[in-house]
Each structure stands twice: as structure tokens, then as C-alpha cells.
């Protein structure tokens, strides 16, 4: 009697998974379109599109009972049904239900999008693990044995983000002391963004991403609807620069440059201060910028589809944060195009790499780009208000000065450079110090004239296009001039990068190399390094954050005093504010932000005020004494004074 043998399942393991996944998508489409329509009611035997599912349920079962014949062998064994193509079809497919899901949520106004976002997210992760699983696969003794191996440095960079977190997060709803007008309205839209256009999280609020107007909300709701909840966002990606800087350094530079680069971006008093506040999102761009550069060039110098992918991919979700991902993905444009012309025999080995990276980008990009199709004027939303050309600035401009576009240009780009080192750091700032230091700056110089000169290296050569791109784009197409000091924040790890590099291969030339004398070598380090940090500490907590620097219109900074002191006013009584033309309830959307309690403005004189017991009058810094006189007269009640460094910018009273 001959034994019989199992079925060989796996044979046909790959048309039994293409069929599978058919069925799954079918439910997923008909799921999709069901929440995508109105609900009827009435006497329905099945909901619209519930066909669909049956379907897809039938065909998903029926792909197991598909037999191990001849024919479905040789069928499995085509190329089209491997794991790379099938992961990428996968993620293709979830890609397009993604979007066609935003284009019919938009039209029937659906405000919760949390299976758009995750159906989403798995297209990236399928599209990245069809190259992984097709090249590497998981490995978990090997990758216990790369943390063993590597602790120390692991090590390492963990007490540098520890370093950032600490710094960005102290006293993180106190420091600065105000809101601008800018964080009050991101705080209030992205209150908003739980409904209406906002809740679509491909949606963009002047250029920002409802995805990163949605995390800032999170954050606000668990930690409150105040300075914290709305600066914590922008902190986190100030610590998550750190090992993003680190990734692109080490690969560029090696260990040592990279530990340099990491410390430096997290004790940086710019990066710091720009952490603590939501008004700007350009604090993003300086993790999601150098993780995408990192995954690019490193997968195209290894000839690793997947890194590649992933850089792709998260290119993509950068659209979903600011528009200065529209400069990376031109940059990255450029730089392969140039890869292509002068560097030809390199890029054509890596091209798969290359269009594995484009293939990430395509796959995540269509929900932003059916959001940006059907509003254009979003897309472009800040250049058509601070653009120069969209403004008609370099026209009006040039008619007054006389002189050419040419000349205008090339300042407004010098203009952006010097910004890094010699215009003190006013916009959205207001400190007296430029955004990096004297010892940086002569860092940065050494290492942008040795990068230069090794430009045959295509890193060297992404790290100069990464810098020289973003400082060109903010000088042609951005205004104003004061503003360079705050958007050049995006081009500020290729910055620390580079003066990293030039600090490592000054001691390599003076002599004291890592090779030669490590000791010598880790003391001046950890000197130079130890001076920065007290430089950027003290630039930032002394000469800027305890002098009220930040946001100096008094008027607005009475806005953010008014909305804590309703915030922190208990009983339900009227309030009333001594208002006039210029200190009025409404007039700053940090009060807004703070307290949605509404107050009722008085301008009249306080003396034909009638209040009752319990009711509560707030006076602005110029009627302060006129409050107070009226106190003396009806005194007994609670009173409350409130300073702005030496300026009493709020009186309060509870009438008893």
C-alpha cells in the first residue's frame, strides 16, 4: 500500500494569496462605499454596496479550496503573483481606496477618518515590505545580536534625545511666557479639526497639514487646551531631530560627526526655541528632511530597494505636515537629475533604487493630491500670501529701486544666508543672536569648503544640495527678508552636519586626530561642545526668555493674560473688560484659544457700570487706574494683579 502523501499548499501558496486578498479588498471597497453614502432607512433587505462584501467573503473562502494541480502551479510560479509584486499591488490597490475614500468622506462632510488613516499607513508599510521581504526578511537573533553590539552607541544618542527632551520640555507652558497671534490661531484650528473640512487630515490650514493639526489636538487632549498641550508637538519633533540627525551624520561622516551633529541640533538655542512654540511648523522639517535624505542616499549607496522606499514614503507623509515638503521632493528632482548627467555610470547601477523611491512617494502621495486637486488655492496657499512673485513684491520692487530681478534675487538669497550667522534671530523669535553661534559658524564654514571639495561623493553632494536648495528656494520665492531666520530652520541639520564635519577634520588636520590621540581629541570635543551648550542655554533662558522678548505687541500679549485669567476664573458670573480701541475681548486668538468664556466689553467709563455681587471686571494695562479708584470705593471684593515682566498688563476684581 503506498503511503499518501500531504498536499504540497505551498506550491500554490501565492495564486491562494492573490485570490485571498481579492476577497479582502473586495470587503474593504464595500465597507468604504457604504460609509461613504447617506443611510437610508426604510425596509431594506441589504444596504448599498452589501453585495459587495458577500463577494468578497465567497472569494476569500473559495481561495483556500484552490487545488495543487498542474495548472495553479505553474500559475503560482509566475513572477506576477511573487512577494514583490504582490506586496506592491497590495499597497498600490489600499493606496487607491485611500483616496477615493477622501474624495467621497470630502463630498458627504464624514469628519472621522481614523480607517482612512489606517488603511493609508498599511499601503506605505506594504509598498516598503515588498522590497524587505524580498531581499532580507526578519531576522530577530540578528537583530538582538545588532543591539548587543551596538548598545553603546544606542546608548549614546539616547542621552543626547534625553538632553533635548529636558531642555524643550521644561517649563514648556510657561516659556515663552505668551502666545503669538499665529499659535492662537493653530491652537483654535486645530481644536476645530475634530469636524468640517479639518477633520479630512489630508486637508491643509495655510499650508499645514491636518495630520499634524489632529496630533497637536491629541496632545490638547490630554493635556488641556493651554500653552502645553499646544507646544508639545512641536517639542517631541524637536527631540526626534536629534536621532533623524544622527541617521543622515553617521552616514555621511561616520560615528564621531554624527555625535557631534546630534548634540549640536539638540543643544541649538534657534532649534530650542522653535521647539517651544506652534506658531511655525518648520521644527518638523528638521527630523522628517533628514530621515527622508537618510533613507535615500544610504539606500541608493548600499543598492537597498527599501531604504529607498522608505524614504519615499515618508516624503509623502511630510505633506501632510508643511509645504516645505514641496522643496525637498524638487530638490531630490534635481539631485537625481544631476546624478543622471554627471554622475551617469553610478546612478544607472541604482536606478531600481531610485524609481523604489519615487514608486513610495506615488504610492502614499494620491489622498494629499485629490485634496490639493480639488483645492489648488490651499495647495499654494502661503506663497500666494507671502510669495515673491504671487504678491507682485519683485515687480513693485524693482520699479522702485531700479534695480533687475537678477539683483533682487541674488539678495534675497544672500539675505537667507547670512540669516544663519549675522542677523540676530527676530521673527517669531526676537532674540538679539543670530540662529547659530560664533565657534558654529566657523565650523560650518571648514565644513562646507571640505564637503565642497570632496563633491564627487553623492552624499557630500545631497548634504550641499540639501543646504544651498533650501536657502535658495526661502530667498526666491519667500517673504519677507525678516522672516529667513525662522525658515532657514528647515536647512539647519545640514548646517550642524557640516560644522560637525569641518570640527572632526580640523583636529584630524591640527594634529590631535581620533586615529592619532583620543584623549586629546574627546577633551577639545567635549569643551568646544560644553561651551555651546552654555552659549545656547544662555542665549535662550536669560537673554531671551526672561526678558519678554517673544511677541512684544503689548495689546497682543494682553490677549494671552486675558484668556488664563478667564481661564482660571472659577465661577460663572458675568465678566466684564474695560475695553477701548485697542485692548478688547476678540481682538487676539490666544484668548480664544485659552477660554472659550465670553466676556462682555465695556468701553464706557466704569462709574455707569452696573454690576452684582460675585460678577468679575477685568482691566487692560490703560485702565488699570481707573479700576483701582473705583476699588477704593467699592473695596471687600477679591483682586487680582498680573505682570508681564515689569509692566502690570491685567487688574482683575471680583465684586463682593
Known amino acids: 500500500m503506498v503511503e499518501q502523501q500531504p498536499e504540497q499548499a505551498g506550491d500554490v501558496r501565492n495564486i491562494r494569496r492573490f485570490v485571498a486578498f481579492v476577497g479582502v479588498f473586495l470587503l474593504l471597497l464595500s ?68 483616496a477615493s475614500a ?9 469628519i472621522n477618518y481614523i480607517p482612512v488613516i489606517t488603511v493609508w499607513l498599511l499601503s506605505g508599510v506594504c509598498y516598503v515590505y515588498a522590497f524587505i521581504n524580498s531581499r532580507t526578511g526578519f531576522d530577530s537573533i540578528k537583530i538582538i545580536d545588532w543591539f548587543k553590539t551596538n548598545r553603546n552607541e544606542i546608548l549614546s544618542v539616547l542621552l543626547i534625545m534625553a538632553l533635548a527632551a529636558v531642555i524643550r520640555i521644561y517649563l514648556l507652558g510657561d516659556l515663552p511666557r505668551v502666545l503669538d497671534g499665529d499659535e492662537g490661531n493653530v491652537g483654535n484650528f486645530a481644536r476645530s479639526s475634530i469636524e468640517g473640512v479639518l477633520a479630512n487630515p489630508f486637508a491643509l490650514w495655510e499650508n499645514f497639514g491636518a495630520l ?71 521644527i518638523q522639517d528638521t527630523w522628517l528632511i533628514p530621515f527622508e535624505l537618510y ?4 539606500g541608493l549607496e548600499k543598492r537597498q530597494s527599501w531604504r529607498t522606499a522608505l524614504g519615499g514614503t515618508i516624503l509623502a507623509l511630510h505633506y501632510c505636515f508643511y509645504l516645505t515638503s514641496q522643496i525637498i521632493t524638487a530638490l531630490i528632482l534635481v539631485y537625481m537629475l544631476i546624478l543622471f548627467i554627471f554622475y551617469r555610470a553610478w546612478f544607472k547601477e541604482r536606478f531600481s533604487q531610485a524609481l523604489a523611491f519615487w514608486g513610495g512617494f506615488l504610492v502614499m502621495i494620491p489622498p494629499s493630491f485629490v485634496y490639493s486637486y480639488q483645492n489648488p488655492n490651499e495647495f499654494v496657499g502661503r506663497l500666494g500670501s507671502a510669495g515673491t512673485f504671487q504678491t507682485g513684491w519683485l515687480e513693485i520692487t524693482m520699479e522702485s529701486t531700479g534695480q533687475s530681478a537678477f539683483e533682487l534675487l541674488l539678495g534675497r538669497v544672500v539675505n537667507a544666508f547670512l540669516s544663519l550667522f549675522y542677523y540676530p534671530a ?14 558654529s559658524s566657523v565650523l560650518f564654514f ?49 548646517v550642524v552636519i557640516m560644522a560637525a564635519i569641518g570640527f572632526d577634520q580640523i583636529l584630524e588636520i591640527m594634529g590631535i586626530g581620533w586615529s592619532q590621540f583620543r584623549f586629546a581629541y574627546t577633551a577639545t570635543v567635549s569643551v568646544i561642545l560644553t561651551s555651546l551648550l552654555a552659549f545656547n542655554l544662555w542665549t535662550y533662558y536669560t537673554e531671551f526668555a526672561g526678558r519678554c522678548r517673544f511677541a512684544t505687541d503689548l495689546p497682543g500679549r494682553f490677549g494671552t493674560y486675558l484668556g488664563v485669567e478667564l481661564q482660571q476664573t472659577q465661577h460663572e458670573n458675568r465678566i466684564y473688560l474695560l ?53 477704593r470705593k467699592h473695596p471687600g471684593g477679591l483682586l487680582h494683579y498680573e505682570y508681564d515682566c515689569d509692566t502690570t498688563i491685567l487688574l482683575s476684581y471680583q465684586v463682593p
Do not use: C
Not at 540627525?245 to 561622516?253: D, I, N, S, T
Not at 523669535?429 to 553661534?437: A, E, L, R
Not at 520665492?477 to 536647512?491: Q, V
Not at 476678540?586 to 460678577?615: C, K
Open 446 to 494: 571648514a565644513g562646507m569648503g571640505i564637503v565642497l571639495w570632496k563633491i564627487r561623493n553623492p552624499g557630500n553632494l545631497l548634504l550641499l544640495g540639501y543646504f544651498w536648495g533650501a536657502t535658495v528656494a526661502i530667498g526666491i520665492f519667500a517673504l519677507p527678508p525678516s522672516a529667513d531666520s525662522y525658515r532657514m530652520l528647515m536647512a539647519l541639520p545640514a
Open 102 to 110: 477622501v474624495d467621497a468622506f470630502m463630498a458627504f462632510r464624514r
Open 295 to 298: 533613507f535615500l542616499i544610504s
Open 579 to 631: 475695553s477701548n480701541n485697542i485692548y478688547f475681548y476678540g481682538s487676539h486668538p490666544a484668548t480664544f484659544f485659552l477660554s472659550l468664556r465670553p466676556v462682555i466689553n465695556f468701553s464706557d467709563p466704569i462709574d455707569s457700570l452696573d454690576v452684582i455681587t460675585g460678577e468679575t471686571i477685568i482691566a487692560p494695562p490703560d485702565r488699570i487706574e481707573e479700576l483701582e479708584e473705583w476699588i
Open 31 to 98: 465597507q468604504f462605499l457604504v460609509f461613504s453614502k447617506e443611510v437610508i432607512y426604510g425596509n431594506l433587505l441589504f444596504p448599498p454596496y452589501f453585495v459587495l462584501a458577500i463577494i468578497g467573503v465567497v472569494i476569500l473562502v473559495l481561495s483556500q479550496r484552490i487545488p495543487p494541480n498542474a495548472f495553479w502551479k505553474k500559475l503560482s510560479q509566475q513572477a506576477v503573483f511573487g512577494d514583490t509584486a504582490f506586496w506592491i499591488l497590495v499597497a498600490v490597490l489600499l493606496s487607491v481606496v485611500t
Open 212 to 282: 499634524y493639526l489632529h496630533l497637536i489636538n491629541l496632545s490638547m487632549k490630554f493635556f488641556g487646551y493651554n500653552s502645553f498641550g499646544l507646544r508639545l508637538m512641536p517639542a517631541i519633533g524637536g527631540v526626534i531631530a536629534v536621532p533623524a540627525v544622527y541617521l543622515f551624520a553617521r552616514w555621511l561622516g561616520g560615528r564621531r560627526v554624527a555625535f557631534i551633529a546630534a548634540f549640536m541640533i539638540a543643544s541649538s538655542h534657534s532649534h530650542i526655541h522653535f521647539s517651544r512654540i506652534s506658531s511655525v511648523a518648520y
Open 426 to 439: 527676530i521673527d517669531f523669535y526676537g532674540s538679539p543672536s543670530p540662529m547659530i553661534s560664533m565657534i
